[in-house]
């Protein structure tokens, strides 16, 4: 029972912050910590009860409540609180049933106001075995003060008094000292620090999620743990020593590769949690002191993994001299644009969660009225999610555990747990060769290498459904590099010719900001430049809209201010009838040798649009038709088929750009490994002319 004769105590920074996130959402139970014990013994319920009751008579945080006072938020310390301890029958509950029991105790919300903030509750199982669940809210308390709580209790345990605990600084002096030192020259070192190295970097990490980000975050999670097994902790070790850094160091290094390569990016962000403690000085305190630091991973170089390890040990060391400048007074005062459905300046965090209380052997059995008492971690995964995914290092005596917290609001169980073997893949792949470069680290299974290098290459559909069009162009290239692709007059390009180029231009768009439903004209004459354009854009994520150069002015008009292009692809002699027009002209003949020659990578989908053609109006306005890369990859398989197009086929390219029956021959030949060929407007005339071209070019008339 809280009395209430108290004192009013100003909040740190960190806890500011979860007032002010409890005041938003006081349900909210992202922020509820608890540890759960294995205590094996004829326990003596009073005895625990009295152990308690020192620790909380010892530090005044557990029997602080919070409110505003004078419109400024405050701790209420209360001179006394009685520790209760429920004791719940448990001895017919399956292991399942019991867990499922303690997740609801220790995922009710704590009311800060009127207090208590922790909860202490016991499972009985059978005689000899309980399960004693120590649940409390972040706003008074962090890992760290569970590792001093749990120390004491084991000492109390034992003989039952104090004299031997060490000295304890309450909570109020170290917010006292952090306002001090944010007021002297060091917390501005701090603040300059920290300013310099996160001011312009970016602070949103794009992983692959699984659902929409909400606008607000919801905080729903769960988690997964997967133990370390002993070979691979023992390999583990031994590099670390081996480097002359820690495990900690190592993991934290393959979780920036890990989160590299599921993103794409280079400069990534990740909060890692800090104990905040300074010195001895505040060591034995309880209290919400924990600070995240902001490391960065700059993955640019490609570094040896070697290499990187040296990076994040020097990364380390220096975050832990600033360790001390509150996280929530670092983004105010970085002024960085909010978005209230992202945690700012990171998403993503590695913590390191040490039992040091607990040491596995005997010479730690503690004893209670002559009976040995044998205290050990009980593991349930914490609940909540306060980030879209936190990488717990969980270690206990020898044993290294990695935890997988999530938000289910954005990932799957099955995206996390193809995340969690990703991981072992890299992990193993680190410690059997710390000194390949970052991006040949292995990191697909068994499973998924077989099905990206054998499923998924198994070309032999009827109606490809999760291809885009230049997906099919681009395995003819694979296949037949060397053969004509296209023919123009007395020019030719092979496959691997045409994919070249049409690469480097695509990368030269991308560059320009073309991506998945970007529209890009083209108003270019038939030549082999016409091609490489639509590949181009195609491969770079966008849609081209087609602009014949012969149509009439008015008509062009009409599309480029209907479609409000903001690229055009063009030749020198065609620009005067794309004025005015605020899209950026790019004459086809610009020099992009310079541009990579691979192929790009963008995120266009099967259901991205791949062309919009606009009707004759005929009716009434043009009006843009929407073709999806699906539908044109069925319609390039169905005429494949139909027309017996094979590799040695020749395909005449007839039909303007703009009329739909040009993109069907276009992506009927390319498609098949075919040549095709494309001609002067004198050479398509009917009568000789066109007769004369079939000729030459060897092409068959379709039934």
Not at 196 to 217: A, C, E, F, M, W
Request: proline share 6%.
């Amino acid at each position: 029972m809280i009395t209430n004769n108290t004192r009013f105590y100003p909040l740190s920074h960190g806890q500011q912050a979860l007032w002010f996130l409890h005041q938003n959402d006081p349900e909210n139970t992202a922020y509820n910590l608890f540890m759960t014990l294995r205590l094996s013994s004829e326990l003596d319920i009073k005895s625990l009860q009295r152990t308690w009751q020192k620790i909380y008579d010892r530090h005044p945080i557990l029997r602080t409540t919070y409110t505003t006072h004078q419109g400024q938020p405050v701790q209420q310390i209360h001179p006394n609180q009685a520790v209760k301890i429920p004791v719940i029958d448990a001895t017919k509950w399956s292991e399942e049933e019991l867990k499922a029991e303690i997740l609801i105790e220790v995922d009710r919300p704590f009311d800060l106001e009127q207090g208590p903030i922790q909860r202490l509750i016991l499972f009985t199982r059978t005689p000899t075995e309980n399960i004693f669940v120590i649940a409390m809210h972040h706003i008074a308390s962090d890992m760290w003060s569970y590792d001093v709580m749990l120390s004491e209790m084991l000492v109390l345990c034992e003989n039952e008094t104090e004299h031997t605990l060490p000295e304890s600084l309450p909570y109020t002096d170290f917010v006292h000292w952090q306002s001090e030192m944010l007021s002297s020259s060091e917390g501005e070192k701090w603040w300059k620090y920290w300013q310099q190295k996160l001011n312009g970097k970016p602070t949103i990490l794009n992983l692959p999620l699984d659902k929409p980000r909400p606008p607000v975050p919801t905080y729903n999670g769960i988690s997964h743990t997967f133990k370390i097994n002993e070979q691979l902790t023992t390999d583990l070790k031994s590099l670390a020593a081996k480097e002359g850094v820690t495990p900690f160091t190592i993991l934290l290094s393959a979780f920036q590769v890990f989160l590299h390569r599921y993103s794409g990016q280079k400069e990534i962000l990740i909060g890692v949690p800090l104990a905040g403690r300074t010195g001895k000085q505040f060591k034995q305190t309880v209290g919400y002191c924990a600070n995240p630091v902001v490391l960065q991973a700059d993955l640019i170089n490609n570094y040896v993994f070697k290499e990187l390890l040296i990076y994040n040990r020097r990364q380390l060391f220096t975050a832990l001299k600033h360790q001390y400048y509150p996280f929530p007074l670092l983004v105010k005062n970085l002024e960085i644009p909010r978005d209230s459905s992202y945690f700012p300046l990171f998403q993503v965090s590695f913590t390191s969660q040490k039992h040091r209380w607990y040491e596995p052997d005997d010479k730690k059995l503690y004893l209670e009225k002559g009976k040995k008492l044998y205290i050990e971690p009980y593991f349930i995964g914490q609940r909540g999610a306060a980030f879209d995914l936190d990488l717990v290092l969980i270690e206990t005596g020898e044993t290294l555990e990695l935890c997988w917290q999530y938000n289910t609001d954005l990932f799957t169980d099955a995206t996390i747990q193809r995340m969690m073997a990703n991981f072992q893949v890299l992990l193993a792949g680190i410690i059997a060769n710390p000194e390949q470069h970052i991006s040949q680290l292995p990191i697909l299974t068994d499973v998924e290498q077989n099905q990206i290098l054998k499923e998924w290459n198994q070309t032999q559909r009827d109606y490809p459904q999760d291809k885009c069009i230049h997906h099919l162009f681009e395995e003819q290239v694979k296949q037949n590099p060397d053969a004509v692709a296209l023919i123009y007059e007395d020019e030719k390009l092979t496959y691997q010719e045409l994919n070249k180029k049409a690469n480097q231009l695509s990368h030269y768009l991308q560059h320009l900001g073309v991506k998945p439903e970007t529209l890009v004209g083209i108003c270019v004459e038939r030549s082999l430049e016409l091609i490489i354009s639509i590949l181009a854009i195609l491969k770079a994520g966008g849609a081209y809209v087609p602009l014949d150069p012969a149509y009439p002015q008015e008509r062009l008009n009409f599309i480029l201010q209907d479609a409000q292009l903001p690229i055009i692809l063009t030749q020198q002699h065609f620009i005067t009838k794309l004025l005015p027009t605020s899209a950026k002209i790019i004459c086809t003949d610009i020099d992009i040798h310079s541009q990579p020659s691979d192929n790009p990578s963008s995120s266009v989908k099967s259901d991205n649009l791949a062309y919009v053609i606009y009707t004759s109006g005929s009716t009434g306005k043009p009006k843009g038709v929407m073709v999806a890369h699906r539908g044109l990859c069925n319609l390039a398989t169905a005429q494949i088929k139909l027309f017996e197009v094979r590799p040695d086929s020749s395909v005449l390219q007839f039909a303007s750009i703009s009329f739909d029956a040009s993109i069907s021959e276009i992506v009927m030949a390319i498609c098949a490994g075919a040549k095709l060929c494309l001609a002067t407007r004198d050479s398509l005339q009917p009568g000789q002319p066109l007769q004369k071209l079939l000729q030459i070019q060897n092409i068959a008339m379709s039934p």
